[in-house]
């Protein structure tokens, strides 16, 4: 590795979930020129599932960022190029050879005094300013010739056209190999604009850049990135709108048509009088022991499938395709599928057959608060075995839920209404909901699953099994 490789170092996006491939930048917190310590959040990502903060593994000044907010990145590429010498003197991460280092030198606007001469540069495109006020020839660049460096030639014919059209101005735009020239304040703007100098095409005599055409390239940059929101609508007269397909929404159309046509889906239903439950429900609310916990008919529903598990543990299984075996787990990881404003995640609650109620109880709060507010990790998401969807909340009285990929079951909870029912021989008005099991036909046949959905059904109706059955 030489020493300039050493020297610039670059941050590739990690993997920060499970097996990801990609993820949205959604945010920078720094920009080209600030100074980064090891540990430091330096941009917000978001992966299949979750919004994720990156860390930044080492120290030094920010050269570039790579991407724009909004751009989605390949796991593996590189993000952010740092300097992590930047008092070493300028040099650019693809250094010219040192035969060549005179071309790449920055020609002053006027001499300065020698006590200024051997000083480090600290601004970016600099190197280390020598000793001599005398200065050597520079050799043309392609597309223009410079000035000999000595002295700025009066009167100096117009630079020739360049062969070929400059580049539109982008924040990670063109390569060109020479370092563009362009005094320091200059620069300094250029910095804090986030323009990237070898993309501005100069004005200035000899090829030098100005304030103005730092301001144009803004200018244009900002431009292209306003173009694709404004255009669909323009395009369509304002009837229609096209969103782009990532993030959350990307994850979970992967994953269900990956579940649909993976996993062969059978669902049962069953329709249950949870009177009892919802009486259960209210005294819970008023229980010392569950006292500022997230007590609903969720939770409930819940434990009656954790005990539907402990009873048939079978259903608590994992097709494995490629070793061609099937996965019984000893745990329960019970996923909850949460609709948040990214889409709907689906977090689970690690080894929830060993919680107690008010435990189950604190353990569900948590993840649907964190799950709205958009802070749900990656380690959160996965290792799930069995999952549960409510419907009910939006009025639904059921579906037929697809499976989470590496699940072999979930549970749709619909909407509890009041209905006529008989009970003790009499139509009366009891409250009433449908419950939906689907299953992985593969390794659950029709006795198991119904043996669960049973099970969960008998707990909802009589919730004394809750403690009959454990």
């Known amino acids: 590795m030489t020493a300039v490789e050493q020297r610039f170092r670059e941050f590739k996006m990690p993997d920060v979930g499970e097996g990801l491939t990609e993820a949205e930048i959604l945010k920078w917190f720094v920009a080209p020129g600030d100074t980064v310590t090891d540990g430091q959040v330096v941009c917000e990502v978001e992966?299949?599932?979750?919004?994720?903060?990156?860390?930044?593994?080492?120290d030094g000044v920010v050269h570039e960022l790579r991407f724009d907010e909004g751009t989605t990145v390949d796991v593996g590429t590189p993000i952010i190029s740092v300097d992590t010498d930047p008092g070493a003197g300028e040099a650019a991460p693809q250094a010219a050879p040192a035969a060549q280092a005179p071309a790449a030198e920055e020609p002053a606007p006027e001499p300065e005094p020698a006590g200024k001469e051997g000083r480090q540069a600290n601004l970016v495109g600099y190197g280390a300013a020598p000793a001599s006020t005398k200065r050597r020839p520079r050799k043309p660049l392609p597309g223009r010739q410079r000035a000999e460096a000595a002295a700025p030639a009066p009167a100096a014919p117009a630079a020739p056209a360049r062969p070929e059209p400059a580049p539109?101005?982008?924040?990670?735009?063109s390569a060109r190999t020479a370092r563009p020239l362009a005094k320091p304040p200059v620069r300094k703007l250029a910095k804090d604009l986030g323009i990237a100098l070898e993309t501005v095409t100069p004005s200035g005599p000899d090829g030098i850049i100005t304030r103005e055409d730092v301001h144009a390239a803004a200018?244009?940059?900002?431009?292209v990135r306003e173009a694709p929101v404004a255009a669909?609508?323009?395009a369509t007269g304002g009837r229609e709108r096209r969103v782009p397909v990532k993030g959350v929404r990307k994850a979970t159309a992967q994953a269900m048509v990956n579940s649909a046509f993976t996993a062969p889906h059978v669902t049962e239903f069953v329709t249950v009088d949870v009177t009892r439950t919802m009486k259960l429900v209210a005294d819970l609310k008023q229980d010392p022991e569950m006292a500022g916990l997230r007590?609903?008919?969720l939770l409930l529903v819940a434990k009656a499938l954790l005990v539907a598990i402990r009873r048939n543990p079978d259903i608590n299984a994992t097709w494995d395709e490629d070793n061609q075996e099937i996965v019984y787990k000893d745990y329960v990881n019970l996923g909850i599928a949460a609709a948040t404003p990214r889409g709907l995640i689906v977090p689970n609650i690690k080894d929830a057959h060993a919680k107690t109620l008010p435990e189950l109880a604190s353990a569900l709060g948590e993840l649907v608060a964190t799950a709205r507010e958009g802070k749900t990790s990656p380690a959160a998401m996965s290792g799930g075995t069995v999952t549960i969807t409510n419907v009910g909340v939006f009025g639904v009285d059921t579906g037929t839920p697809l499976l989470n990929p590496g699940e072999s079951a979930i549970l749709a909870f619909g909407?509890?209404?009041?209905q006529p029912w008989v009970h003790k021989g009499k139509v009366k008005p009891r409250q009433v909901t449908t419950l939906a099991l689907s299953f992985d036909h593969r390794l659950v046949d029709g006795e198991l699953g119904s043996k669960v959905l049973a099970d969960v059904a008998a707990v909802l109706e009589r919730p004394k099994r809750l403690i009959t059955w454990t």
């Open 219 to 223: 200018e244009a940059v900002q431009a």
């Open 295 to 297: 007590v609903n008919p």
């Open 168 to 173: 539109a101005p982008a924040l990670n735009g």
């Open 47 to 58: 992966t299949a599932k979750a919004a994720v903060e990156l860390p930044i593994p080492f």
């Open 415 to 418: 909407a509890v209404k009041l």
């Open 232 to 234: 669909p609508a323009a």
